[in-house]
């Protein structure tokens, strides 16, 4: 497909339980964002990588969520020892190079809620 | 500290009227603002942006206005349509942040 793709779509777990959410961006978009989005508040930033580093992880809320993109594309965002505060919707978001907007384009989301 | 501010949080206007949806920032080094509408069960979509050196930007039935000295941005929508009936989000950029802070939205209902 043409846009940023997001798995699974809803992930329910329970608490404590680990869990992987993927991201796969547009093809060539460089720049890779992650966001949060809880009930009725906007996107909140998470973590952004420029190719296969992470470029700032000040967003990540404790040393439960990491997130890596090995290859420069595909990105997964772990959270370990999950909570029931960590229930939301996880965005990812791809930028192609050259951007001077800061327009993202956004997948559909991986709604994770931990029981 | 939230950094953009939409203190509405649902608006509602009957079809073909303007929809006026507003947005605060406090950070005055933003370059941009974008506006970003999303549907239910979807991923935000971008609509349309402003650079910080403009004061109004317009594509087609959409136009933002920026007032920098009173930190204020707002999109207006006319004619509203119901397809309209959406959260918009307000966004800003920095580019020595590469980040988008978000407002935390205002739910806009066309009525028909």
């Known amino acids: 497909g043409a846009g940023v793709s997001q798995t699974p779509s809803n992930k329910v777990t329970e608490k404590g339980k680990y869990v992987e959410l993927r991201c796969d961006p547009i093809?060539?978009?460089?720049?890779l964002y992650w966001y949060r989005q809880s009930l009725g508040q906007g996107p909140e930033f998470l973590i952004y990588?420029?190719?296969?580093?992470?470029?700032?992880d000040s967003g990540l809320p404790n040393d439960r969520f990491f997130a890596v993109r090995p290859e420069g594309s595909v990105s997964t965002l772990k959270i370990q020892r999950t909570e029931r505060g960590d229930s939301a919707v996880y965005l990812c978001?791809?930028?192609?190079?050259?951007?001077?907007?800061?327009?993202?384009?956004f997948g559909e989301g991986s709604r994770l809620t931990v029981l | 500290d939230q950094q953009v501010k939409q203190n509405s949080p649902s608006l509602s206007v009957q079809e073909g009227r303007i929809s006026i949806l507003n947005c605060d920032y406090t950070n005055s080094m933003f370059d941009y603002f974008l506006w970003y509408k999303k549907y239910p069960a979807e991923g935000p979509t971008f609509l349309i942006s402003i650079s910080s050196i403009k004061d109004k930007n317009e594509d087609g039935r959409f136009t933002v206005f920026l007032n920098k000295s009173a930190k204020h941005l707002s999109l207006h929508i006319v004619p509203s349509q119901p397809g309209d009936s959406a959260v918009y989000f307000c966004?800003?950029?920095?580019?020595?942040?590469?980040?988008?802070?978000f407002g935390t939205g205002t739910r806009l209902t066309v009525i028909p």
């Open positions: 966004a800003a950029f920095q580019a020595g942040a590469n980040n988008l802070f």
């Open positions: 990588f420029q190719g296969t580093g992470a470029a700032d």
């Open positions: 978001a791809s930028r192609p190079p050259g951007t001077v907007t800061g327009e993202l384009f």
């Open positions: 093809s060539g978009h460089t720049a």
